[in-house]
Nanobody
Framework: QVQLMESGGGLVQAGGSLRLSCAAS????????MGWYRQAPGKQREWVAF???????DHADSVKGRFTVHRDSAKNAVYLEMSSLKPEDTAIYYC????????????????WGQGTQVTVSS
């Protein structure tokens, strides 16, 4: 029904920056919240950031001041600007979107991207 396609991951040295992008396509009536999670090797998936339709954002304490989430609603896209990267930021980063796929649908469906690898070398 809905596909999320991420891009922008890669290998970067500590202190560097990366920009992740995620674009949604498919049977979309409206996208509510969008955001990012990450999963490091051997660890559970953890929340990183979210942004509402009105642009309100929140970020996990571990990335506050270094990461910034923003979105382009016209493009059904969400972005994660990452700076001052640390080796502990190494993980697969997943975007998600809460999507209304039918008219008058009360509760949105959740969709995930396939993930993009971010590796920060020390």
């Amino acid at each position: 029904q809905v596909q999320l396609m991420e891009s922008g991951g890669g290998l970067v040295q500590a202190g560097g920056s990366l920009r992740l992008s995620c674009a949604a396509s498919g049977n979309i009536v409206r996208i509510n919240d969008m955001g990012w999670y990450r999963q490091a090797p051997g660890k559970q998936r953890e929340w990183v950031a979210f942004i509402t339709t009105s642009g309100n954002t929140d970020h996990a304490d571990s990335v506050k001041g270094r990461f910034t989430v923003h979105r382009d609603s016209a493009k059904n896209a969400v972005y994660l600007e990452m700076s001052s990267l640390k080796p502990e930021d190494t993980a697969i980063y997943y975007c998600y979107a809460a999507v209304i796929v039918r008219p008058f649908q009360a509760v949105p469906n959740g969709f995930w991207g396939q993930g993009t690898q971010v590796t920060v070398s020390s």
